[in-house]
């Protein structure tokens, strides 16, 4: 059974910074393209970043680009969002989720219309 957990959030001051993980279990990590997503009160989720270990390929929302790195470690079936210069706007629930298993890269398109699975998301609170 495909899981996904993301966790790491909490509340931070504007300015800072913070390490979001997501833990995979039931399927090859390696082979698949895995997506962060977050969403705020009252707005639509928003695909944030994506990578595949297949080809290391990345993809970054404008929101988020030159702030927000992510990366993956096989050995541990586990991927990263860093989260730097954190804004008040980053305030969301941040959801992990993997792709079809198709897919070998990451793109914006993937990341808007490849995700299958999908875990349960953690709490940012950036405050001003």
């Known amino acids: 059974e495909v899981q996904l957990q993301a966790s790491g959030g909490g509340l931070v001051q504007a300015g800072r910074f913070l390490r979001l993980s997501c833990a995979a279990s039931?399927?090859?990590?390696?082979?698949?393209?895995i997506g962060w997503f977050r969403q705020a009160p009252g707005k639509e989720r928003e695909g944030v970043s994506c990578i595949s270990s297949r080809d290391g390929s990345t993809y970054y929302a404008d929101s988020v680009k030159g702030r927000f790195t992510i990366s993956g470690d096989n050995a541990k079936n586990t991927v990263y969002l860093q989260m730097n210069s954190l804004k008040p706007e980053d305030t969301a629930v941040y959801y992990c989720a993997a792709s079809s298993p198709h897919y070998s890269y990451c793109s914006r398109y993937v990341l808007s219309y490849g995700m299958d699975y999908w875990g349960k998301g953690t709490l940012v609170t950036v405050s001003s």
């Open positions: 039931g399927f090859t990590f390696a082979d698949y393209v």
